[in-house]
């Protein structure tokens, strides 16, 4: 199984938009993103994303850019900021060996989730960058690559 981490893009700030949607950077930085996962030809048969705005609207229009269907995503608890790194693990049980999943977060969570996967360690994890995770096993897995979103968008 390949487990992609994203955080959710650029969002207005809570002052500004309660709600933190994403801004007009942040907005750019996703389509840039999601060109770059379609350029590397990578496989993903299921989006995760927390409920927060911000990550379901990176959800939204990562699947758009990969023509992954909107109403295929899962909406997730087990990816909300300080939700524990093993809720996620739970939910990668349900679904196939073979399979290829984004699931698109928050910080702490996604840091903590890969500080688990690497059994140690720590990763910048950037608005709409990519990390990808190879697994073999619940809490087995290997780092394959860490893309800032500049390198994805290039």
Do not use: W
Request: charged content about 25%; proline content about 6%; hydrophobic content about 40%.
């Amino acid at each position: 199984m390949k487990l992609y981490l994203m955080q959710h893009a650029l969002a207005y700030p809570a002052e500004e938009d309660p709600e933190r949607a994403l801004n007009p950077i942040g907005i750019e930085q996703t389509k840039q993103a999601a060109r770059g996962l379609k350029r590397l030809g990578l496989k993903v048969d299921l989006i995760m994303a927390s409920p927060k705005r911000r990550a379901q609207q990176t959800a939204a229009l990562i699947a758009e850019g990969i023509r992954y269907p909107y109403s295929d995503i899962l909406t997730t608890e087990a990816l909300l900021p300080d939700s524990a790194p093993g809720e996620v693990l739970d939910l990668l049980q349900k679904e196939s060996n073979e399979s290829g999943i984004l699931a698109v977060g928050h910080m702490p969570n996604l840091a903590n989730l890969a500080r688990e996967l690497m059994q140690g360690g720590e990763l910048l994890i950037e608005n709409s960058g990519l990390t990808c995770f190879e697994m073999s096993g619940p809490k087995t897995a290997v780092l394959e690559f860490h893309l800032r979103a500049k390198d994805l968008a290039t």
